[in-house]
């Protein structure tokens, strides 16, 4: 099943009806897991075994992890001296970096073997051996959904674990929380500790929560199904057909695709934000109008805000962060963002990756030249003040999104040959005789020009929302969303493609 359908509908229906009509907390859990279990199942059920021995495994580290204390000699600790006691826990502490390099490996391990083990499948054939067993594994080697953010909460949890956090020694809550369906296969990533309290201080639903999990369910649709969906029609057309696409096709194109991953991820995480606020839980944001940044910085901190939180503090910080110079703090940018690239590339994505790490590459550039920028504003104040300026603002906000939105290409078209292809034709390339009429006229319906004035719809919507969310601080009461959620739905109903396509970020 998936979120937008009504199969999902009445399987979260029956889940929270059932959730809060349980007064065992513990049997709640049951639920959460058995439910979590039942919608993987439902999209990958092959993938199921293998998720359960990862989350034993990591369960079991986080025990070894979380015993801060110094194992007793032969029982007899009180007789140690003060020196042997120090001699011991530095024993003690080696022997935890240890544990926690191997639970970090596992996951890496795991993550990479399923991302980038199947290229080597087709140099098995090639090599004359038909019958290897890489050759054999290859049609079974299917990447599981939602691997990496499965990774990812896993090493999250073992280093918040090392830092000082308490292990649960409670195998149901961790299960509970690795398998909670609503973000369970995209995201948001979350923090074990966080979930948890949560859980444990749920209060009885009320009015309003029902109302904003609806909200976000409905909002979700709209920019998932009704948007993002029929967006990515023109921008398969287009991207299929790159050498019969003009230059003025392109353009379009990658300014569609950004909307598009942008709507699609986004509505994704709104109905996962939703789905758990009505069973008691309030997942974080993961998106805060990225596309209205006037830096590469702020830009980072807006899009896909809990990635980019875990790569601050699980990779940035420990790598150095900005405490050890300028020349290190750049190099620490780049290396995070060819990192991200890495994750996003591969073989869940069925691409080859060098266009993934070309976008990180891209980005991590971004954020060096943002980083100098800063410096050298910080030295210079009519520089700081041009910046601060509105034309300043205004330049800032258009080399920021150029370059992102430059940088989508080489995401939608991983294969540097394409991707390549397409970017030495943005410019005075004229397009196939029957582009227009095939693509435009009989599959669109629309002509570039009011395709252009739809997309730049969008964007004065996202920034007239902006201004009522974060500027005037202006939120819908909840009758009016009541009103507003069945007319949403009907409408995703209604003018949503027949085939609803799968989310972007169920390949990474």
């Known amino acids: 099943m998936t979120f937008v359908s009504i199969l999902y509908g009445l399987f979260l229906f029956g889940t929270v009806v ?131 953010f499965f990774a990812f909460e896993c090493i999250a949890y073992l280093i918040d674990v090392y830092r000082g956090a308490p292990a649960t020694r409670n195998f149901l809550e961790f299960s509970s929380y690795k398998l909670f369906f609503p973000k369970l296969i995209s995201g948001p990533i979350t923090r074990f500790h966080e979930w948890n309290e949560q859980w444990k201080t749920q209060n009885p639903l009320r009015v309003e929560q029902v109302t904003d999990g609806l909200w976000l369910i409905a909002s979700g649709a709209i920019k998932k199904g009704l948007l993002a969906d029929n967006i990515a029609i023109f921008v398969n057309l287009c991207f299929e057909n790159v050498q019969r696409a003009g230059s003025t096709d392109l353009q379009l194109a990658t300014i569609a695709y950004g909307l598009q991953l942008y709507l699609d991820f986004s509505g994704y995480v709104d109905i996962a934000r939703g789905s758990a606020l009505l069973l008691g839980w309030n997942l974080p944001e993961n998106f805060n109008f990225p596309y209205l940044t006037a830096s590469i910085a702020e830009f980072w901190r807006r899009w896909h805000m809990t990635l980019g939180s875990w790569l601050r503090n699980y990779l940035y910080f420990p790598l150095g962060g900005s405490r050890r110079g300028l020349v290190r703090t750049c190099l620490n940018l780049m290396v995070v963002m060819l990192i991200a690239g890495i994750w996003h590339g591969g073989a869940t994505a069925g691409t080859n990756p060098a266009g993934f790490l070309v976008w990180g590459a891209i980005h991590g550039g971004g954020l060096v030249v943002h980083r100098l920028t800063d410096t050298l504003s910080q030295r210079t104040n009519w520089l700081a003040a041009m910046w601060r300026s509105f034309p300043g603002v205004v330049l800032g906000w258009l080399l920021t999104q150029g370059m992102v939105f430059f940088s989508w290409i080489f995401f939608r078209l991983p294969d540097l040959k394409e991707s390549g292809w397409v970017v030495s034709h943005l410019w005075n390339h004229d397009r196939d005789a029957q582009f227009v009429q095939k693509v435009y006229v009989e599959t669109i ?16 919507a996202m920034g007239v929302a902006y201004v009522f969310d974060r500027g005037l601080k202006v939120q819908l009461n909840w009758p009016v969303k009541m009103m507003l959620v069945p007319i949403c739905l009907y409408a995703v109903w209604l003018f949503a493609p027949e085939n609803s396509l799968p989310y972007i970020y169920f390949d990474f």
Not at 48 to 69: C, D, K, R, S
Not at 117 to 122: E, H, I, N, Q, Y
Not at 445 to 460: D, N, R
């Open 18 to 148: 059932l959730y809060w009509s349980l007064a065992n907390r513990n049997i709640r859990l049951v639920l959460i897991l058995v439910a979590s279990l039942v919608f993987y199942a439902s999209i990958q059920l092959q993938s199921i075994p293998l998720l359960l021995l990862a989350m034993v495994a990591n369960f079991v580290i986080g025990l070894y992890l979380g015993e801060n204390t110094v194992p007793k000699p032969h029982g007899k600790s009180w007789e140690l001296s003060n020196t042997e006691w120090k001699s011991q826990e530095r024993e003690w502490q080696k022997r935890r970096q240890w544990i926690l390099l191997g639970g970090i490996v596992l996951n890496i391990l795991l993550l990479l073997g399923f991302k980038y083990s199947p290229f080597a499948l087709p140099a098995a054939e090639t090599a004359g051996n038909s019958r290897s067993f890489l050759g054999w594994l290859d049609p079974y080697f299917i990447a599981p959904l939602g691997l990496s």
């Open 445 to 460: 319906g629309l002509m570039p020009e009011q395709l252009s004035w739809i997309f730049g719809a969008i964007f004065v």
